[in-house]
């Protein structure tokens, strides 16, 4: 069992940048990967980023690369997202996700994640 807790989300004008967190605890953090998600109303549920279980590889979404950076914190059970230039499209729900298998390639599905956080808002004003 994972339990994972979003935090970090609030209202920000366009262009300006906020940091996400997201703490984990249950099974041993640094055995797996994680991802963020987003899903804004109306949409579905879409990749962001992800980290492998060292924070040696990383993978990001076209839409937000160059402008977003993932990094985890073993020591700290903690993954963070950190969002810069944000663009009023990047107002949405913002889920961490647990990854816990064994996988050869990085995977942006959600269905390859196997435990998921309650989300925290982000809103972006134009």
């Known amino acids: 069992q994972v339990q994972l807790v979003e935090s970090g989300g609030g209202l920000v004008q366009a262009g300006g940048s906020l940091r996400l967190s997201c703490a984990a605890s249950g099974r041993t953090f640094s055995s797996y990967a994680m991802g963020w998600f987003r899903q804004a109303p109306g949409k579905e549920r879409e990749f962001v980023a992800r980290i492998s279980w060292s924070g040696g590889n990383t993978y990001y979404a076209d839409s937000v690369k160059g402008r977003f950076t993932i990094s985890r914190d073993n020591a700290k059970n903690t993954v963070y997202l950190q969002m810069n230039s944000l663009k009023p499209e990047d107002t949405a729900t913002y889920y961490c996700?647990?990854?816990?298998?064994?996988?050869?390639?990085?995977?942006?599905?959600?269905?390859?994640?196997?435990?998921w956080g309650q989300g925290t808002q982000v809103t972006v004003s134009s």
């Open positions: 996700a647990a990854d816990l298998g064994v996988r050869w390639t990085a995977s942006d599905k959600t269905g390859d994640y196997d435990y």
